[in-house]
């Protein structure tokens, strides 16, 4: 079926430094999702994208986050500077209608440790 | 905002054994359910949408009941196989807000 593809699966970076993770949507979907899951807690909207904007953000997307979808290729969270607490497993997510009915396709998750 | 229980945390029952996971939500507007299953090393694969209209849906090897009353959604897994073993995520949005929110997960073991 459809996939969504995430890369890296991991990514280990160091305090203050910037991050970028990509996302590989599913090819004629139109609306993209991010969600956190820090270790043992529920997965969290972080942000949806159509259209090349950001349709709507959570609390938890900080000035420091970023998202962008340049020219159809990866749909990319970028972190700037990273913090200890945006230690988590993020997900990307892409569906065709976007309607609070869609159904979402996620990926494996990109697991990112602060250090 | 909407708040999502999910209970248990971990659960593990025998080859052939029924299981059984609960969500709570809050948000009486909540509109469509979903229930995800997550294998090691994979994404969420999605088992079933429900909506709020219908309270029994049935699925290959599971049934999800949602009872609007008690604001409960829940996932009954029949005669559980090794292959069942995974997390499961509910997941709550309500109309005319296109994100979910989730519970915690439930880890299913299955034993032999």
């Known amino acids: ?115 | 905002g909407e708040q999502v229980e999910q209970r248990p945390p971990h659960l593990s029952v025998r080859e052939g054994d029924s299981a059984v996971i609960i969500c709570t939500y809050t948000d009486p507007n909540s509109y469509y359910f979903f229930w995800y299953k997550q294998e090691p090393g994979a994404g969420l694969q999605l088992l079933m949408k429900v909506f709020s209209s219908t309270e029994i849906n049935e699925g290959q090897g599971f049934t999800v009941l949602l009872n609007k009353k008690d604001k409960q959604l829940s996932l009954n897994l029949t005669a559980a196989h090794p292959g069942d073993s995974a997390v499961y995520f509910c997941a709550v949005s309500t109309e005319g807000a296109d994100r979910l929110t989730f519970g915690k997960g439930t880890q299913l073991i299955i034993q032999p």
């Open chain 1, 1 to 115: 079926g459809p996939k969504v593809l995430q890369i890296p699966s991991h990514q280990i970076i160091d305090m203050g430094q910037m991050v970028t993770l990509n996302c590989d949507p599913v090819s004629n979907h139109l609306y993209f999702y991010w969600y956190k899951q820090i270790l043992g807690q529920q997965m969290e909207f972080l942000v949806n994208f159509y259209n090349g904007k950001v349709m709507e953000k959570s609390k938890l997307f900080k000035d420091q986050f970023s998202v962008e979808r340049p020219d159809g290729s990866y749909f990319t969270l970028k972190i700037q500077p990273t913090a200890l607490e945006d230690s988590a497993v993020y997900f990307c997510a892409s569906s065709l209608g976007g309607r609070e009915n869609e159904r979402l396709f996620f990926g494996h998750g990109t697991k990112l440790s602060v250090l």
